[in-house]
């Protein structure tokens, strides 16, 4: 080994500990910050606390590089193990018409919320972002998108500011609005589980219908989320062919589909044939957790408050329209097909 080769080495290390030890310990507090308050999710406390290391000297240019290279590998090992909390029969018992409101209002919210995008003038890859995590799973679909799609770091933790406050609406807005449109029980939670964007902020926006609306509302949420997959890699798709259109080179880069949307898939699968005991699919979920709200400190860290602030107006405006979009549509799906 030469001398410039063990220099290196010694600086990658000298980064390495630091990048480590600041993300572990940004994903404890994250976590933990979960357990007090059920309705803050760890990823969202997890951007935060990146948001607030970018902004801050308190992290090195060579310790933020490490975090930023740590990213892409935590995001794509948590969306994979994400695939095990999905068993197909839970969701196929929801029956036909349920199923179709689900595919009907993620349709219509993703595309009715780029559309949206566009006409308030917030940046594409926001656009989609905020598409992507309203219309089927929150921070962690915005995680598994951010890697497709061309955007700023800053529109990843704007998007999930925005799942975090309207999702925080909705807990109170859902069981209020529900009662007096004459929705009560598993209804309510069916509609809960449709229109709420957090697996936690579902839960909490279904328990004042009782325990078998909670049961519902998961069910259809998670139906949602089967639907992550697909959507990414259409976006990927898309996305490959409009580089090779501009003639970037990027189209080169993106793959047809992301291998990490294969791995989610596959742990569909082995979830759907229930082989594994009940502990590792405890420790699965704990463990994708924790990945994803490392990937999303990495990307906080990436941002600065400044861009942030200053697309923060159409940034809620837009939000606040996907957040009645989806609400209005998922009622009326319901409605309809439930």
Same mark, same amino acid.
């Given at each position: 080994?030469?001398?410039?080769?063990?220099?290196?080495?010694?600086?990658?290390? +000298?980064?390495?500990?630091?990048?480590?030890? !600041? &993300?572990?310990?940004?994903?404890?507090?994250?976590?933990?910050?979960?357990?007090?308050?059920?309705?803050? @999710?760890?990823?969202?406390?997890?951007?935060?606390?990146?948001?607030?290391?970018?902004?801050?000297?308190?992290?090195?240019?060579?310790? +933020?590089?490490?975090?930023?290279?740590? &990213?892409?590998?935590?995001?794509?090992?948590?969306?994979?193990?994400?695939?095990?909390?999905?068993?197909?029969?839970?969701?196929?018992?929801?029956?036909?018409?349920?199923?179709?409101?689900?595919?009907?209002?993620?349709?219509?919210?993703?595309?009715?919320?780029?559309?949206?995008?566009?006409?308030?003038?917030?940046?594409?890859?926001?656009?989609?972002?905020?598409?992507?995590?309203? !219309?089927?799973?929150?921070? !962690?679909?915005?995680?598994?998108?951010?890697?497709? %799609?061309?955007?700023? $770091?800053? $529109?990843?933790?704007?998007?999930?500011?925005?799942?975090?406050?309207?999702? @925080?609406?909705?807990?109170?807005?859902?069981?209020?609005?529900?009662?007096?449109?004459?929705?009560?029980?598993?209804?309510?939670?069916?509609?809960?589980?449709? @229109?709420?964007?957090?697996?936690?902020?579902?839960?909490?926006?279904? &328990?004042?219908?009782?325990?078998?609306?909670?049961?519902?509302?998961?069910?259809?949420?998670?139906?949602?989320?089967?639907?992550?997959?697909?959507?990414?890699?259409? %976006? @990927?798709?898309?996305?490959?062919?409009?580089?090779?259109?501009? $003639?970037?080179?990027?189209?080169?880069?993106?793959?047809? %589909?992301?291998?990490?949307?294969?791995?989610?898939?596959?742990?569909?699968?082995? +979830?759907?044939? $229930?082989?594994?005991?009940?502990?590792?699919?405890?420790?699965?979920?704990?463990?994708?957790?924790?990945?994803?709200?490392?990937?999303?400190?990495?990307?906080?860290?990436?941002?600065?408050?400044?861009?942030?602030?200053?697309?923060?107006?159409?940034?809620?405006?837009?939000?606040?329209?996907?957040?009645?979009?989806?609400?209005?549509?998922?009622?009326?799906?319901?409605?309809?097909?439930?």
């Amino acid at each position: 080994m030469t001398a410039t080769t063990r220099q290196s080495t010694r600086q990658t290390l +000298r980064g390495a500990v630091p990048a480590l030890v !600041s &993300t572990g310990a940004a994903v404890a507090v994250a976590y933990l910050t979960n357990l007090v308050v059920p309705a803050v @999710s760890a990823l969202t406390a997890a951007v935060v606390l990146g948001v607030l290391a970018g902004s801050t000297p308190v992290l090195s240019d060579r310790t +933020r590089a490490v975090v930023a290279r740590l &990213t892409k590998r935590l995001l794509r090992a948590g969306v994979v193990l994400l695939g095990l909390q999905l068993a197909l029969p839970a969701v196929l018992g929801l029956g036909p018409g349920v199923l179709v409101a689900v595919v009907v209002t993620v349709g219509i919210t993703f595309a009715g919320t780029v559309a949206l995008g566009r006409l308030v003038g917030v940046p594409r890859g926001l656009g989609l972002l905020v598409a992507t995590g309203f !219309s089927i799973c929150g921070a !962690s679909a915005i995680a598994a998108m951010e890697d497709v %799609v061309d955007r700023e $770091d800053s $529109d990843v933790a704007t998007a999930v500011a925005l799942v975090t406050l309207y999702g @925080s609406l909705a807990i109170a807005a859902v069981p209020l609005l529900g009662g007096r449109l004459g929705l009560a029980g598993p209804r309510l939670g069916g509609w809960a589980g449709l @229109s709420v964007h957090e697996v936690a902020q579902v839960v909490a926006a279904a &328990t004042p219908a009782g325990a078998a609306a909670i049961a519902v509302a998961v069910v259809v949420k998670l139906s949602r989320v089967v639907l992550l997959a697909p959507m990414v890699a259409l %976006v @990927s798709v898309h996305e490959r062919q409009r580089a090779r259109k501009a $003639d970037t080179g990027a189209a080169k880069q993106a793959p047809m %589909v992301p291998l990490f949307v294969l791995g989610f898939l596959a742990m569909v699968a082995l +979830r759907t044939v $229930d082989i594994l005991p009940v502990p590792v699919l405890d420790l699965a979920k704990v463990a994708s957790t924790l990945l994803l709200a490392g990937a999303l400190f990495g990307l906080g860290c990436a941002v600065r408050l400044g861009p942030l602030v200053r697309t923060g107006g159409r940034a809620l405006l837009l939000g606040l329209l996907s957040t009645l979009l989806i609400g209005t549509t998922s009622f009326v799906a319901l409605a309809v097909l439930g």
